[in-house]
Protein backbone atom coordinates (compact mmCIF):
# COMPACT_ATOMS: atom_id res chain seq x y z
CA UNK A 1 0.00 0.00 0.00
CA UNK A 2 1.31 3.34 -1.13
CA UNK A 3 1.05 5.24 1.78
CA UNK A 4 1.65 9.17 0.14
CA UNK A 5 -1.10 10.25 -1.63
CA UNK A 6 -1.14 12.81 -4.06
CA UNK A 7 -3.34 14.78 -6.69
CA UNK A 8 -2.64 17.47 -8.76
CA UNK A 9 -4.74 19.91 -10.98
CA UNK A 10 -4.20 23.48 -12.63
CA UNK A 11 -6.52 26.16 -11.77
CA UNK A 12 -7.67 29.17 -13.24
CA UNK A 13 -6.61 31.91 -10.11
CA UNK A 14 -3.20 33.19 -8.82
CA UNK A 15 -1.55 31.62 -6.37
CA UNK A 16 -2.02 34.08 -3.86
CA UNK A 17 -5.69 33.94 -4.13
CA UNK A 18 -5.69 30.03 -4.08
CA UNK A 19 -3.39 30.29 -0.75
CA UNK A 20 -5.68 32.24 0.76
CA UNK A 21 -8.38 29.21 1.40
CA UNK A 22 -5.41 26.69 2.23
CA UNK A 23 -3.96 29.41 4.62
CA UNK A 24 -7.05 30.53 6.59
CA UNK A 25 -8.34 27.69 8.62
CA UNK A 26 -12.03 29.29 8.70
CA UNK A 27 -12.11 28.74 4.99
CA UNK A 28 -11.08 25.16 4.94
CA UNK A 29 -14.59 23.68 6.07
CA UNK A 30 -16.01 25.01 2.42
CA UNK A 31 -13.51 23.01 0.06
CA UNK A 32 -12.53 19.56 2.21
CA UNK A 33 -13.33 17.04 -0.05
CA UNK A 34 -12.85 14.31 2.84
CA UNK A 35 -15.99 15.61 4.30
CA UNK A 36 -14.07 15.73 7.67
CA UNK A 37 -14.23 18.96 8.91
CA UNK A 38 -16.96 21.06 10.52
CA UNK A 39 -15.32 24.83 11.35
CA UNK A 40 -12.19 26.91 12.51
CA UNK A 41 -12.67 29.41 14.56
CA UNK A 42 -11.71 32.59 12.33
CA UNK A 43 -8.75 34.80 13.16
CA UNK A 44 -5.86 31.53 12.84
CA UNK A 45 -4.02 32.39 9.25
CA UNK A 46 -1.42 30.67 9.05
CA UNK A 47 1.48 32.58 8.30
CA UNK A 48 5.14 30.93 9.76
CA UNK A 49 6.55 27.18 10.62
CA UNK A 50 5.59 26.41 14.36
CA UNK A 51 2.11 27.80 13.52
CA UNK A 52 -0.71 25.93 15.36
CA UNK A 53 -4.12 26.60 14.15
CA UNK A 54 -7.50 24.11 15.71
CA UNK A 55 -10.26 22.61 13.47
CA UNK A 56 -13.28 20.89 14.77
CA UNK A 57 -14.09 17.77 12.69
CA UNK A 58 -17.34 17.18 11.76
CA UNK A 59 -17.78 14.21 14.56
CA UNK A 60 -16.98 16.87 16.86
CA UNK A 61 -13.22 16.39 17.45
CA UNK A 62 -10.70 19.08 18.62
CA UNK A 63 -7.32 18.90 16.83
CA UNK A 64 -4.48 21.18 16.63
CA UNK A 65 -2.44 21.49 13.30
CA UNK A 66 1.26 22.14 13.18
CA UNK A 67 2.26 24.27 10.67
CA UNK A 68 5.57 22.35 9.56
CA UNK A 69 6.61 23.59 5.97
CA UNK A 70 5.40 27.20 4.83
CA UNK A 71 6.52 29.40 2.10
CA UNK A 72 3.48 32.54 1.57
CA UNK A 73 1.76 31.72 -1.48
CA UNK A 74 3.57 28.25 -2.51
CA UNK A 75 3.36 25.67 0.24
CA UNK A 76 1.89 24.74 3.29
CA UNK A 77 2.06 21.59 5.27
CA UNK A 78 0.61 20.89 8.79
CA UNK A 79 0.62 17.80 11.22
CA UNK A 80 -2.74 17.25 13.07
CA UNK A 81 -2.83 15.98 16.70
CA UNK A 82 -5.19 15.81 19.47
CA UNK A 83 -5.12 18.97 22.04
CA UNK A 84 -1.99 19.06 24.09
CA UNK A 85 -0.43 15.59 22.23
CA UNK A 86 2.36 15.11 20.04
CA UNK A 87 1.44 14.47 16.01
CA UNK A 88 0.87 10.82 15.49
CA UNK A 89 3.16 11.10 12.03
CA UNK A 90 0.59 12.05 9.50
CA UNK A 91 1.12 14.91 7.14
CA UNK A 92 -0.91 17.49 4.98
CA UNK A 93 0.82 19.21 2.69
CA UNK A 94 -0.48 22.14 -0.39
CA UNK A 95 2.05 23.00 -3.23
CA UNK A 96 1.32 25.94 -5.83
CA UNK A 97 3.60 26.79 -8.88
CA UNK A 98 2.28 29.29 -10.76
CA UNK A 99 1.81 28.58 -14.58
CA UNK A 100 1.12 30.65 -17.81
CA UNK A 101 -2.49 30.22 -17.21
CA UNK A 102 -2.70 29.88 -13.59
CA UNK A 103 -1.58 27.79 -10.63
CA UNK A 104 -1.00 23.58 -10.83
CA UNK A 105 -2.23 23.02 -7.20
CA UNK A 106 -0.59 19.50 -5.57
CA UNK A 107 -2.00 18.26 -2.57
CA UNK A 108 -0.36 14.97 -0.79
CA UNK A 109 -1.41 13.04 1.83
CA UNK A 110 1.59 11.49 3.94
CA UNK A 111 1.02 8.61 6.42
CA UNK A 112 4.43 7.06 6.54
CA UNK A 113 5.43 7.82 9.65
CA UNK A 114 2.64 7.22 11.15
CA UNK A 115 2.55 5.26 14.46
CA UNK A 116 -1.38 5.72 16.10
CA UNK A 117 -2.56 2.15 14.97
CA UNK A 118 -6.09 3.50 15.43
CA UNK A 119 -5.65 5.75 12.27
CA UNK A 120 -4.43 2.77 10.06
CA UNK A 121 -7.84 2.44 8.42
CA UNK A 122 -8.77 6.22 8.35
CA UNK A 123 -5.47 6.89 6.30
CA UNK A 124 -6.09 4.04 4.20
CA UNK A 125 -9.62 5.56 3.18
CA UNK A 126 -7.54 8.94 2.32
CA UNK A 127 -7.18 8.16 -1.66
CA UNK A 128 -6.30 10.35 -4.32
CA UNK A 129 -9.98 10.61 -5.28
CA UNK A 130 -10.46 11.96 -2.59
CA UNK A 131 -7.71 14.68 -2.77
CA UNK A 132 -8.74 15.46 -6.25
CA UNK A 133 -12.09 16.33 -4.56
CA UNK A 134 -10.39 18.86 -2.22
CA UNK A 135 -8.74 20.53 -5.18
CA UNK A 136 -11.55 20.23 -7.49
CA UNK A 137 -13.80 22.24 -4.50
CA UNK A 138 -11.21 25.10 -3.90
CA UNK A 139 -10.96 25.34 -7.92
CA UNK A 140 -14.63 26.13 -7.96
CA UNK A 141 -14.11 28.61 -4.72
CA UNK A 142 -11.23 30.39 -6.66
CA UNK A 143 -11.98 30.04 -10.39
CA UNK A 144 -15.62 32.16 -8.95
CA UNK A 145 -17.91 28.73 -9.89
CA UNK A 146 -19.04 28.58 -6.10
Known amino acids: MDHVVTARREIRATPADIFEFIADPALQPRWDGNDNLAEAPSGQRVSAVGDVFEMTTTKGQVRENHVVEFDEGRLIAWTPAEPGQQPPGHLWRWELEPTASGTTV ?15 ARAEWTTPDRLQASIDRLAALAEGDN
Open 106 to 120: THTYDWTRLTDEKRI
